[in-house]
């Protein structure tokens, strides 16, 4: 395992004296890819840079000149013909020089993903399901870590899929006692992205069920009938995918307002939900690394319609 520099032990004081050094050690040691520098994945970045990861790269051909305006990395003076990753791992360096960060070139929709061996987190951001659920598949066949990610008007989600994951409880004193109880490890076993969006929406609650994840489950749809990702102009054709699913599922009770599904496919990311989302991802990945604390498992949702973040398992 790294040791720590002293320059690192001065730079991380505070977060040593929060989860200890060997969690500090695990972080320094990782290797994170972030792909899709928007507004979101900029949040995720600047989060766990901050937190010390050891290497992190960024993925995103997108010239500056056609950047995420959410993306506060970009500043407006930019070279317009780099790609937005490039100046945003520039950024982040300055951030914090004790993290290594590097560029990773090509684009998503390559179809040898070999370049993935050499990360033991990734995280994609922004982009359509299909390619969530290719990339979901390729992590998985090399047991690496996946998570994705996205954001649209007042709502947002994460998908975590771990695979078979090991973690240890946060302490907690005892009641009494002064002393932190001993907490035996935790095993989880995650679904595949694929397998969520073959959702039961019979099974669904009508209160406690999140309403994005039935708008994900058509978008999915929607995406595999006409190979292409879902947006604003397509709103009308999710909401009767949304309406049939109901309708043919026995005893379904779960109601989508059209108001959720305008919102996602309509509504531009708010710099303040990508802020909410990105912190709780941000942590999210610092768990999936250190193996310390109950992880998401496997959605989260936020929308500030109802004001909650809500983990949900699905599939």
């Not at 949040?43 to 010239?63: C, Q």
């Not at 996946?146 to 973690?167: D, E, I, M, P, V």
Request: proline residues 3%.
């Amino acid at each position: 395992m790294v040791e720590l520099s002293a320059a690192e032990a001065a730079v991380y004081d505070r977060q040593l004296r929060v989860w200890g050094i060997e969690v500090q050690k695990r972080l320094n040691a990782a290797k994170v890819l972030i792909a899709g520098c928007t507004g979101l994945g900029a949040e995720v970045a600047k989060n766990i840079a901050l937190a010390g990861v050891g290497s992190l790269s960024l993925m995103d051909s997108t010239l500056c000149a056609s950047a995420d305006p959410g993306n506060f990395l970009v500043h407006a003076d930019a070279n317009q013909q780099s790609s937005v990753a490039e100046i945003s791992a520039g950024a982040l360096q300055e951030m914090n020089p004790l993290v290594k960060v590097t560029v990773q070139r090509g684009c998503l929709g390559v179809t040898d993903m070999s370049f993935l061996d050499s990360y033991q987190v990734v995280l994609l951001v922004d982009h359509s399901l299909a390619q969530q659920q290719a990339w979901d598949s390729a992590c998985t066949a090399r047991g690496i870590a996946f998570y994705s990610a996205a954001s649209g008007g007042t709502c947002a989600y994460l998908f975590a899929n771990l695979h078979q994951h090991t973690y240890t409880p946060l302490e907690k004193a005892s009641i009494d006692s002064e002393e932190p109880a001993t907490l035996e490890q935790q095993v989880i076993q995650y679904p595949s992205l694929a397998e969520a969006l073959q959702v039961d929406w019979s099974a669904l609650h009508p209160r406690r069920s999140h309403k994005l994840i039935c708008v994900l489950a058509a978008s999915a749809q929607f995406e595999q009938t006409r190979k292409r990702q879902a947006d604003a102009a397509d709103l009308l054709a999710v909401k009767q995918v949304v309406e049939h699913n109901i309708a043919q599922a026995p005893g379904c009770k779960i109601q989508v307002p059209d108001a959720v599904i305008e919102e996602y496919l309509c509504g531009e990311p708010l710099p303040a939900v990508n802020a909410i989302c990105g912190g709780v991802l941000a942590n999210e990945l610092l768990k999936a690394v250190s193996h310390k604390g109950e992880p998401v498992n496997n959605f989260f949702f936020f929308s500030l319609s109802d004001s909650a973040g809500i983990v949900q398992r699905v599939g």
